[in-house]
C-alpha cells in the first residue's frame, strides 16, 4: 500500500519562503517513499490544525509541519488526541524566528529544503508531548514550552523583527525594560516531589532545552523521558532577576537559591491568596494558551518525529 504524506505550511512565516520551495519539498518526500501532496494554511482559526486532524483521520502516514513554532503546535495539537492507531508520523520544517523545537530535534533551522531532506536519512524518535486542561473544561497541547507569570511575557513580548535583527539580546533587552514593573503571582503548585505555595515571578514547564532561543534553560531535558522539567522563579528585586537570566545563558541558574527546579510527570497550578480570582494566562509553545486554573499531563512518547 502507498504511503502518503501531507506537507502543512504557512505561506507567510520566516519572510515567505515557504511557498517557492514547496514543489522541491514534495520531490523529496516522493524520494523518501510517499505519494506526497500540500496544504497552503489559511487564516482562518485552526486552519493547520484541522489540517492536520483530517490528514490523519484519513490515512496519510506522514504529516509535515512547516512554519514556525505556532504552526507546529498547530498540527501536533490536530493529532496529538487521536488514539494511538490513528496518529501519523510527524516530520517538522522549520520556518520561523525561534525554531525552539527544530533546535531541539537537531533540524537544519537556516534551509527549509535541507530540513525536509532529514527525512531521508529516515531516523525517527518518539517525542513527548504537554497537555494542559483548564478549569474551562479546553484542553490544548504543547512539545516545548508552558509558560506563566509577568517574566513570561518575555516570551511573547519581543517582536518578531526585534527577534530576527537582535537575537538572544532582543530578550536581556525587553528583559531588562520590563523589570522594573514586574508583578508577582501567588500560587499553589502540586507536583510530584512536592507543593509550593507562595510568591512566584516565573513558571516554566519545559519538554526541551530550547526556549526562546536559549538552548541552557533547561539543561537536563530528554525529549521521550516522560517528564516535564520544571522552573520556579521566586519574587527578587530587579537587579537580582537581571543577574539571574544572565547566569539562565550558561545554564548557571539552577542551583540558584531563588529557583525551584525539578522534574515532574504532572504538575497541577492554581491562584491563591489575593490573586485567586486574577485571570492569568498560560503560554504554550510561545501563544496564548488559556486561562488558570491549569493542570498538565506529560504524554510519554505520543508522537514519532524525524529527527537529524
Known amino acids: 500500500m502507498t504511503k502518503r504524506a501531507r506537507l502543512i505550511y504557512n ?15 514534495l520531490d523529496i518526500l516522493e524520494q523518501a517513499g510517499y505519494e506526497a501532496s500540500a496544504f497552503r494554511t489559511t487564516p482562518a482559526p485552526l486552519s493547520a490544525q484541522n489540517e492536520a486532524t483530517r490528514a490523519a483521520k484519513d490515512g496519510f502516514s506522514l504529516v509535515v ?6 504552526t507546529i503546535n498547530e498540527v501536533v495539537s490536530g493529532i496529538a488526541f487521536l488514539p494511538k492507531e490513528e496518529r501519523p508520523r510527524m516530520a517538522i520544517i522549520p520556518a520561523g524566528t525561534t525554531n525552539d ?8 533551522r537556516d534551509d527549509v529544503v535541507a530540513a525536509a531532506k532529514v527525512i531521508l536519512k529516515d531516523k525517527v524518535q518518539k517525542m513527548d508531548v504537554g497537555r494542559a486542561d483548564f478549569g474551562d473544561g479546553s484542553q490544548k497541547y504543547f512539545v516545548n514550552i508552558a509558560a506563566a507569570g509577568s517574566l513570561a511575557e518575555l516570551t511573547y513580548g519581543v517582536s518578531s523583527d ?15 525594560e520590563m523589570l ?9 503548585l502540586t ?26 534553560i533547561m539543561p537536563n531535558a530528554e525529549l521521550s523521558d516522560g517528564l516535564f522539567q520544571l522552573i520556579v522563579v ?3 528585586d530587579p537587579g537580582n532577576l537581571l543577574r539571574l537570566m544572565a547566569l539562565a545563558l ?3 541558574h539552577v542551583d540558584d537559591p531563588n529557583i525551584i527546579y525539578t522534574k515532574t510527570t504532572s504538575l497541577k497550578a492554581e491562584l491563591i491568596g489575593h490573586n485567586r480570582d486574577d485571570k492569568l494566562s498560560v503560554n504554550l509553545d510561545g501563544e496564548e494558551g488559556g486561562i488558570f486554573p491549569v493542570t498538565f499531563e506529560n504524554l510519554r512518547e505520543r508522537i514519532e518525529f524525524y529527527v537529524g
Open 11 to 25: 505561506p507567510v512565516s520566516g519572510h515567505q519562503q515557504m511557498p517557492k520551495n514547496v514543489s522541491d519539498i
Open 65 to 70: 509541519a512547516a512554519g514556525g513554532d505556532g
Open 101 to 108: 523545537y527544530a533546535r531541539a530535534l537537531k533540524i537544519p
Open 162 to 176: 526585534v527577534k530576527s535583527a537582535l537575537g538572544y539580546a532582543a530578550y536581556l533587552i525587553k528583559g531588562a
Open 180 to 188: 522594573p514593573n514586574l508583578s508577582e503571582c501567588e500560587m499553589r
Open 191 to 216: 507536583f510530584d516531589k512536592g507543593v509550593y505555595e507562595g510568591k512566584l515571578s516565573l513558571l516554566l514547564l519545559g519538554m526541551t532545552n530550547s526556549i526562546g532561543g536559549f538552548e541552557k
Open 234 to 236: 521566586k519574587p527578587s
Open 250 to 252: 550558561n545554564g548557571k
